[in-house]
């Protein structure tokens, strides 16, 4: 009896001078829940792409069920019972769940046989793993977690019987995750293969069976979940012992320096995305905001930038106002010790196609110290990008590099030295790790807590729970738009998660 | 992963794609020429004959090159913005209002290098002003600049009828031109360059013109890569976002960046008018403005790149008119359609063979460290 559900043996491929995966052998137990950790760029995805037919393998066999298979494309990979839940959905907004579910699957060229007999496919499929969703509801007027249910009822629809899940938990609550992890123990129960691909360590332990560990396009290690630990884990992942808590003393919190009052964001379309949000950061605390993705928390974060206008409220600076409504100018604020690191390095913290030292000068560029008049000087650009990389260990340290070539955790410290060396009295900075390896977060974390001990006044955006928790000396949560709490750090996860699912949020609102 | 294709040494980026995607174009335009029932052969020979055989066709072959190199600039710095200027052909047009009004005031009481410097300004002062309008409604109105751009070229042809036919004639005259210039208009050959490599510039325009595109291209080198408003330029061009970020105005970027290509665009005028003609014509641009987009594709938007490729549409210019002219089976036509195959491979499907090429270094690189573990083993 042959109880493998699928083997990778030798696969190897390579972009150009890129060596994405080298020499991966992997096998995963039918029924098991696998997981594959690694840190960004570590080759997971490529892997997962090979499996699933968007690559092809410059060298290597894939084996399903024991028997070798060719896997050209999407269709091929569904053909042999490989299906997959991307990280960013794969969705028609305005179809309807049942439409979503058949769509490329219709069976034939007139709709309405098709419908009829999709839509009793997809009810088995609700009883028989317990994936309730209403067939007719619209996606967009589905929360993320639904919509997520949809993408594995689409792969079940194809009759799947190997899940590949890539981050799943990226875009949900606590709550909305823990909901997941059921439903995969469910799929589990019912003979389902499930790989899922993640960089949290936490989901791994949880509710896997076993765990892969790529580094570097290699795959280092396979090991039993339960026999394992997140600190050996954490090790193989980046190939040396990490700390992974952070140390910090007792905040010293002086005088107020950002103080934002009533303030209230629309989006292009009027859609209010930031309501009447009030909140102060003193010099030397760090204030977090939590919240799932999506809940106004970049748009705050903008708007205090002066990137997005906002439609009313005031924010003080120092003391003194800032023209959020009108046209604040965020080349002004900078010399008003404001700095920001955004929360999209890739379309906005940096361009890409710079050389690493053009990148260190983005926004200050009209520094007395960069120009000569009309000119750049281009000897202080270099030498003060060439202290800035070995200050924040940038590497490769080469600052004639583009900057597309760096790493994500390289590229982030680019923005953070930066904004950090430029002695600002206020920091704002969004998702600082996201994308960013874990050795990377730790050196980021460090900084942050040291910003704090100058006595700069540091507000914190980030979805990562743990590391709001980590960081911040004050929560604040947000849920559509307003902040529904304010917390401290020893909160319990639990208690912040139903705020940010906007539970408990509405009761306090009410008294 | 995000970056498909790994960096290429430069010589292989700048110097052997670009060399082997005019090769492929030269092949395929051989085959158009045997498709007609022409010896390609003899045609290339032409075309290399016509553009270098004598002192006399390398003086043509650089007078088209100084109009090319000016209008690729002009591309190019917008480019760099991120704004795809395709009324170079107007703005050009236009420029020649400022060079004619300079030569038209002055030409009979001052010398020519009091009126050119005057004539300078005037051009690009006219070409700015007919690329400005364009930029001004982009960055307030938000109307898309290769809408525009492309409109303002119609206009700028029906103005140039007008002021042609009836402003600046002189009167009596039954050609829609302005009168021929005094010697005060008319710019000095080049002859004494070409003398230096024993070259006999016979009738060719080439004249100083030239000397000014060159600086020009210096020019915006410094712009773009060495002051602070080039840097803005390049971030707006690759990520508006980044550039709302760095607190850099789109809009005041816009205008000055469409000004400036409008300007360069413009200055093109003084080669045909002051340097060939000395008088303005109808028509004068020829279709310079558009070739200046292939230009700058070809150059990659880097003033070391839009020389060369300048030059080389120069020599499809002078020796096709040349393959036109010894071989009557051969139209002007197929000339056309040989550039177009030229902007096809070189600008359209530049990356056609980079991934080939990329997988031949990939494996050259990997044997090379191959070398270097087994010595350090």
Not at chain 1, 126 to 150: C, F, M, S, T
């Amino acid at each position: 009896m042959n109880n493998i559900a699928i083997e990778l043996r030798g696969i190897d491929k390579s972009f150009g001078l890129v060596h994405a995966n080298r020499n991966i052998n992997l096998r995963v137990r039918k029924g098991t829940i696998h997981g594959i950790i690694g840190e960004n760029g570590a080759g997971k995805s490529t892997l997962m792409s090979i499996l699933y037919g968007f690559y092809q393998a410059d060298n290597g066999e894939i084996l399903v069920d024991g028997k070798p298979v060719s896997i050209r494309d999407p269709n091929a990979a569904i053909s042999v019972g490989i299906g997959m839940v991307h990280q960013h959905f794969m969705l028609v907004e305005n179809f309807t769940v049942l439409e979503n579910v058949m769509l490329g699957a219709e069976d034939s060229q007139i709709l309405n046989k098709g419908i009829a007999k999709a839509r009793q496919e997809l009810k088995r499929l609700e009883k028989e793993y317990a994936l309730e969703v209403n067939p007719d509801a619209l996606i967009e007027e589905l929360p993320v977690g639904l919509q997520q249910r949809v993408e594995i009822l689409k792969a079940l629809y194809r009759r799947a019987d190997i899940l590949i899940l890539d981050e799943p938990t990226g875009v949900l609550t606590p709550a909305e995750a823990d909901h997941l992890f059921r439903i995969l123990g469910q799929l589990k129960a019912q003979g389902k293969t499930i790989i899922l691909i993640t960089h949290k360590l936490r989901e791994i332990m949880a509710i896997t069976d076993e765990v892969s560990v790529m580094r570097r396009g290699e795959m280092v290690a396979t090991r039993t979940t339960r026999e394992t630990s997140v600190e050996e884990l954490a090790e193989l992942m980046v190939g040396r012992r990490v700390l992974l808590r952070v140390e910090k003393g007792e905040s010293n919190p002086g005088d107020v320096k950002l103080a934002v009052q009533g303030l209230t964001v629309k989006d292009s379309r009027g859609v209010t995305m930031v309501d009447t949000v009030s909140f102060e950061v003193r010099a030397g605390e760090i204030v977090g905001i939590a919240g799932v993705a999506g809940n106004g928390q970049s748009e705050l974060l903008e708007a205090i930038a002066g990137i997005r206008r906002a439609a009313s409220g005031t924010v003080l600076l120092n003391g003194k106002p800032v023209d959020v409504t009108g046209n604040a100018d965020p080349a002004e604020l900078r010399d008003r010790g404001l700095a920001h690191v955004p929360e999209d390095r890739h379309h906005v913290g940096l361009v890409l196609k710079f050389e690493e030292c053009e990148n260190a000068i983005l926004g200050y560029h009209h520094d007395r110290r960069f120009a000569n008049g009309m000119f750049l000087n281009i000897d202080a650009i270099r030498k003060d990008a060439e202290e800035k990389i070995a200050k924040y260990d940038i590497r490769p340290p080469n600052a004639r590099l583009r900057t597309a070539n760096f790493s994500g955790g390289n590229q982030q410290k680019v923005v953070l030295a930066r904004e950090m060396e430029r002695d600002p009295d206020v920091l704002i900075i969004g998702q600082p790790t996201r994308g960013v390896d874990v050795g990377a977060i730790e050196f980021i974390h460090k900084r942050i807590i040291e910003m704090r001990d100058q006595g700069k006044a540091v507000l914190l955006v980030s979805v990562e729970l743990d590391e709001i928790r980590s960081l911040s000396d004050r929560i604040l949560v947000m849920f559509a738009g307003r902040v529904v709490g304010e917390r401290s750090p020893e909160a319990t996860e639990g208690e912040l998660g139903l705020l940010m699912a906007g539970v408990e949020g509405r009761k306090e609102a009410a008294e | 992963m995000s970056t498909p294709y790994a960096k290429l040494p430069g010589w292989v980026e700048y110097g052997l794609i670009p060399l082997i995607n005019l090769a492929v174009a030269f092949l395929v335009a051989g085959l158009v020429v045997l498709l007609v029932g022409e010896n390609p052969l003899e045609a290339a020979y032409h075309l290399i004959n016509g553009a270098f055989g004598r002192g006399e066709y390398i003086g043509f072959t650089l007078y088209y090159a100084t109009t090319f190199i000016f209008t690729g600039l002009a591309v190019a710095v917008a480019f760099h913005a991120g704004l795809f200027n395709i009324g170079g052909e107007g703005q050009a047009y236009v420029g020649g209002i400022g060079v004619a009004l300079a030569c038209l005031w002055l030409d009979q009481t001052m010398p020519w290098y009091v009126v050119f410097p005057l004539a300078i300004v005037g051009s690009a002062f006219f070409g700015a002003l007919w690329a400005f309008l364009p930029g001004w409604l982009q960055a307030k109105r938000g109307s898309h600049i290769v809408i525009t751009t492309i409109m303002f070229n119609f206009i700028a042809s029906s103005l140039m009828v007008y002021l042609l036919t009836r402003v600046l004639k002189p009167l009596g005259s039954m050609a829609p031109q302005t009168r021929t210039f005094a010697e005060g208009g008319q710019l000095p050959k080049l002859d004494w360059l070409l003398s230096i490599f024993g070259l006999n510039i016979g009738t060719a325009p080439f004249n100083i013109s030239f000397l000014l595109a060159l600086a020009a291209a210096f020019a915006v080198w410094l712009l773009i890569w060495r002051t602070r408003l080039g840097y803005e330029m390049r971030t707006m061009g690759h990520s508006p976002s980044a550039a709302r970020y760095a607190g850099i105005s789109e809009s005041r970027i816009t205008v000055i960046a469409m000004m400036i290509s409008g300007g360069l665009a413009g200055m093109m005028a003084l080669n045909p008018i002051m340097g060939e003609q000395f008088r303005m014509q109808l028509d004068f641009v020829q279709g310079a403005g558009f070739v200046g987009i292939a230009v700058a594709l070809m150059g990659r938007s880097h003033p070391g790149g839009i020389i060369p490729a300048a030059i080389l549409f120069g020599v499809l210019y002078q020796g096709g008119a040349e393959i036109a002219f010894e071989m009557p089976s051969i139209s002007r036509d197929m000339i056309v359609i040989i550039q177009g195959l030229v902007i096809l491979f070189a600008g359209a499907l530049e990356n056609m063979f980079r991934p080939a090429i990329t997988r031949a270094f990939a494996a050259r690189g990997q044997r090379a460290a191959a070398v270097v573990q087994t010595k350090g083993a």
